[in-house]
């Protein structure tokens, strides 16, 4: 019985994490709003418990999003340089 319940919770989280990343795709068409992105990496997440190509995937677009992100955040953040007058 262990067997069987341990395989049906493999089956759904696969399909969630399938499911999650199909949406996700969808979402990142232009014109579609949502958030895409997030629910891509949110599958990748889900799906990296059992593949690895998922976890790899995962942390190198995690480590892109970080990097645009640091990005963004220097070039717009509030204080900005000092002038001195």
């Not at 068409?29 to 059992?50: C, E, Q, R, T």
């Not at 677009?61 to 970080?66: A, D, N, P, Y």
């Amino acid at each position: 019985m262990k067997w069987l319940i341990h395989h049906t919770k493999r089956i759904l989280r696969i399909s969630s994490g399938i499911l999650l990343l199909i949406v996700g795709l969808i979402l990142m068409i232009p014109g579609i709003p949502g958030p895409g992105f997030l629910l891509i990496l949110l599958g990748l997440s889900i799906l990296a418990v059992d593949y690895v190509w998922a976890h790899r995937l995962n942390t190198y677009l995690k480590s892109k999003v970080e990097k645009v992100v640091s990005k963004v955040r220097k070039r717009f953040r509030k204080d900005g340089p000092v002038k001195k007058v």
